[in-house]
């Protein structure tokens, strides 16, 4: 493949800014155009942040698995298209050529039509990370079905609230999963979720981890025995079905400053040329690179960057199903080298994590295939940027800082691998396309360099969000009322005097742990399902591996004195309600909490105690009760 709009070199970006900035519909159709659409758009951008309204490529009919798969028959038919690394070294990796990818999302896409999935229909896939969750992702593309991901560590609770929200009657499972040395249910806490859902008709259950589960008669089947009744059939083909630009392609739940995670839409050909775009250009693709995305599907870096993006490039797309320090600390090292991997794309949490066990995992390892690096999902330190520049990348290879959202698509801000400078700890500048902006909280734009701000987007780009499932006032009050004509981001942001962008962190009660958005409300509504618990409040903190962690402020009036009982229980029920991601690192038990007079948490006090900034708590005169902000810092844990 080749892609006329790979920018390579900084002369070129700036022209391809101002183009995409000046004629942004000449910019995106042209980029447009190199995909395969069975009937050419009518219009370019239709928009209106207001409502919010926006329309990309309307008109256009395609099927973004005929650009994934199809159309790199000919060409790259027996190119690795996924090599999977199981969880355990020991197992033999599975590869899959464009050729075989391509039958087996055929072959799933007549199981998922065989057990009635239509056109439109919602399905909820709940899988670890093995080749067959990709397989159920592109299935469900095929058929026009709306794929609804959801990561593998959510509890039970929070699938039954994504499936009534969804209203999702289909689902996808394993029986388990693998990750380090643990075996992690999955087919058994589906069957704790659909407890609350009986709308839901089938559920296909994949083979990995041969625990045992109970398959309920009439709604469970098994993912092999479907296959074989297709092969039965003869293996028809699958022919895919035709979508409008505009048709939803997913939906993804993400945590917002509200106690419900919110279903993020993205749809068919905006998302389509984003990915691919942002992917091209940021990791500056050649044909035949290896890209090794560690995310897990179930996010949205791993939608983007281990399906979307790489396989409509016709890439070979490493998927990895365990964890970077099992068996030990060295294995995306051995990882890197068995494949040769080019593009290594992972986590600041991760690499801190890894820069914990020192050099030796990363002696004996030559690392010389790589030639790109990035990091993704929260702001990197300096220390951390510098270890993978010197010990991973050995100085000679670009890492790029990509920032964006799962409401964004795709990476908004970064430096193009190589291409553009890098600068540690920023993202550096906008990619073609995007405009950036900084407000003050009054919303008025802040101008000019060495300033900082709320980071907003103030022109659409292909790949945003186009609403939140089944409440679109929602989405206009979460991401386009705050500021009139803009997206806000929730991000706090600065630009250095060269226009450098270096994203600071959440300012909405957003919490970023180890990449993980998690709402502050939704873990405080957990702790608060506790019988013992009469109030809770929940703020971040800086953690040194995490880089956010979950601090608890807890009224509790249990029956029992035992304070580490306690502790557990409530962590307990938070994994629970949530899932592991959201147990808090801290629980302090406080006799009050601080309000105003109106009875509002007064978060920032509480935020400044989690960080030990005690002298610092500013105004504390409007309390109804000052008294016990003493009481809280002098407990402080
Ligand atoms: C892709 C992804 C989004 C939030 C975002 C921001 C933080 C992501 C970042 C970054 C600083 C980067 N974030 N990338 N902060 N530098 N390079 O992570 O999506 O899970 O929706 O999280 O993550 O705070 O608002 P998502």
Not at 324 to 340: E, H, S
Not at 343 to 366: E, Q
Not at 554 to 572: E, F, M, N, P, S
């Amino acid at each position: 493949m080749s892609f006329p709009y790979q920018i390579k070199s900084v002369d070129q970006y700036k022209a391809a800014y101002d183009k995409s900035v000046n004629d942004p519909e000449g910019f995106w159709g042209e980029i447009a155009s190199s995909f395969y659409w069975r009937k050419k758009w009518d219009k370019v951008l239709e928009w209106d942040f207001k409502k919010p309204t926006i329309k990309w490529f309307a008109g256009g009919k395609l099927n973004i698995t005929e650009n994934c798969l199809d159309r790199h028959l000919n060409t790259l038919g027996n190119t690795p298209a996924i090599i999977w690394e199981s969880n355990d070294p020991e197992e033999p990796n599975r590869v899959l050529t464009y050729r075989e990818l391509h039958a087996k999302v055929v072959q799933f896409a007549n199981v998922l039509k065989n057990n009635g999935v239509q056109k439109g229909d919602r399905v909820c896939i709940y899988m670890g990370m093995v080749p067959e969750l990709a397989i159920a992702v592109l299935a469900c593309a095929r058929i026009g079905a709306i794929h609804s991901v959801v990561f593998g560590g959510f509890s039970a609770q929070s699938i039954s609230d994504r499936l009534q929200d969804a209203k999702a009657e289909f689902v996808v499972t394993c029986d388990g999963g693998f990750r380090g040395n643990k075996e992690i249910p999955l087919k058994s806490v589906i069957d704790d979720a659909l407890v609350q859902c009986h709308f839901v008709k089938r559920v296909i259950v994949l083979t990995r981890t041969r625990t045992q589960v109970s398959m309920i008669e009439g709604r469970d089947v098994w993912w092999e025995e479907e296959i074989r009744k297709v092969e039965a059939q003869g293996n028809p083909d699958c022919v895919a079905e035709e979508m409008d630009a505009e048709d939803m392609l997913f939906i993804l739940y993400t945590s917002g400053s509200t106690g419900k995670p919110k279903g993020v839409v993205h749809t068919c050909g905006g998302y389509m040329v984003y990915t691919n775009y942002s992917f091209v250009n940021v990791f500056q693709y050649q044909p035949g690179d290896v890209h090794f995305c560690t995310a897990d599907i179930g996010w949205i870096t791993g939608h983007s960057y281990i399906v979307y993006g790489p396989l409509s490039a016709g890439a070979t797309s490493l998927m990895f199903e365990g964890i970077p320090t099992w068996p030990n600390a060295g294995r995306f090292w051995d990882i890197v080298d068995k494949y040769k991997v080019n593009v290594l794309y992972t986590a600041p949490t991760a690499i801190r994590s890894l820069m914990g066990f020192g050099l030796d995992p990363v002696k004996g390892h030559s690392l010389d295939s790589v030639k790109v690096l990035g990091t993704v999902g929260e702001p990197i330190n300096e220390e951390a940027w510098h270890w993978y520049d010197e010990q991973i990348g050995k100085k000679k290879c670009p890492i790029v800082d990509t920032w964006w959202q799962t409401e964004t698509g795709g990476i908004l801000i970064s430096n193009l691998a190589g291409v553009t400078p890098a600068k540690p700890a920023h993202a550096t500048l906008p990619l073609p396309g995007v405009q950036p902006l900084l407000v003050d909280e009054n919303g008025k734009e802040v101008t000019g360099n060495s300033v900082s701000g709320n980071l907003c987007i103030k022109f659409p780009w292909p790949g945003m969000l186009r609403t939140t499932y089944g409440d679109h006032e929602r989405c206009r009050v979460n991401y386009f009322a705050t500021y009139e004509n803009l997206y806000f981001t929730g991000d706090g942001c600065l630009r250095d005097e060269n226009g450098n962008y270096r994203i600071t962190g959440r300012v909405d009660d957003v919490l970023n742990v180890s990449g993980h958005r998690i709402g502050t409300a939704e873990v405080e509504n957990a702790i608060n399902m506790h019988a013992g618990v009469v109030e809770s409040a929940v703020v971040g903190y800086p953690h040194d591996i995490k880089g956010q962690g979950i601090y608890a402020f807890v009224i509790y009036q249990g029956t029992h004195g035992d304070d580490a009982l306690a502790r557990q229980d409530i962590t307990k029920t938070v994994s629970k309600i949530i899932g592991a991601i959201a147990k808090p690192d801290k629980i302090q038990f406080v006799s009050g909490l601080p309000k105003t007079r109106s009875g509002k948490i007064m978060r920032r006090i509480l935020r400044k105690i989690a960080e030990g900034e005690i002298d610092k708590l500013g105004d504390t005169t409007t309390l109804l009760d000052p008294s016990v902000v003493d009481e809280i810092a002098k407990g402080r844990l």
